[in-house]
């Protein structure tokens, strides 16, 4: 089956600084893929959806210089959270399309803690 | 727009009796449906979508248009049961996956 690996699962950061989480798509190509926060207890919040070779459609209320993503071939996305803060501390989720055969793959969630 | 209420946050049930876990939409066109179920410290997994009309650990969900609902049903539920569940809506050209807000499901001893 499809399998999306999502890294690193969880990360310690001090605010001000910039935070990478990556997402690949392990046997099969995402020309789309998406991006998601959990708050504790709550559901996923879309933020973005990330297309390969353009830029990432932001949802509203998501500052698009905060979240960068970059979708540079049709197996990875990555998110960069700047300039971390500690309201940034989330659980971070990214979800991949690989069409009609696939669907949806989820990762499996990355736990950013800013401190 | 796209929406997606599930108005149970959590439900608890005993092992052998029936389940219904509601999820109620709205979406202009035709939307594609799905549930997915979080166990405890593990990623989100598909558990059925409607086009399929699979039935998954025993759970069956129906769309009903008239409705706008798709409710997840199991007629004998079990401990492992026991996990938050996700109603979820696709539509339109960006494959952009719209969440409910999740129901705990609890399947006592």
């Known amino acids: 089956g499809a399998v999306v690996s999502q890294h690193p699962s969880w990360v310690i950061c001090k605010s001000g600084t910039s935070v990478k989480i990556e997402c690949r798509s392990l046997d099969f190509q995402a020309t789309t893929m998406f991006w998601y926060r959990q708050f504790p207890k709550q559901s996923l919040m879309l933020m973005a959806t990330s297309n390969e070779g353009s830029k990432a459609t932001y949802e509203q209320g998501v500052e698009k210089d905060k979240f960068l993503i970059n979708h540079a071939s049709l197996t990875l996305s990555t998110l960069t959270v700047t300039s971390a803060h500690p309201e940034d501390s989330s659980f971070y989720i990214c979800?991949?399309?690989?069409?009609?055969?696939?669907?949806?793959?989820f990762g499996s969630g990355t736990r950013l803690t800013v401190v | 727009a796209q929406r997606v209420t599930q108005p149970e946050k959590l439900l608890s049930v005993f092992k052998g009796a029936p389940v219904e876990l509601k999820c109620n939409y709205s979406y202009s066109g035709s939307p594609e449906l799905f549930w997915y179920v979080q166990y405890s410290r593990q990623r989100l997994q598909l558990l059925l979508r409607?086009?399929s009309r699979e039935s998954i650990k025993g759970f069956t969900a129906d769309l009903n248009k008239g409705e706008t609902s798709f409710h997840l049903k199991k007629p004998f539920a079990q401990e492992e049961d026991s996990a938050m569940y996700y109603c979820?809506?696709?539509?339109?050209?960006?494959?952009?996956?719209?969440f409910g807000k999740g129901t705990l499901l609890t399947v006592n001893p």
């Open positions: 979800s991949a399309w690989g069409g009609s055969n696939y669907g949806y793959t």
């Open positions: 979820a809506l696709s539509g339109g050209s960006n494959y952009k996956l719209t």
């Open positions: 409607h086009i």
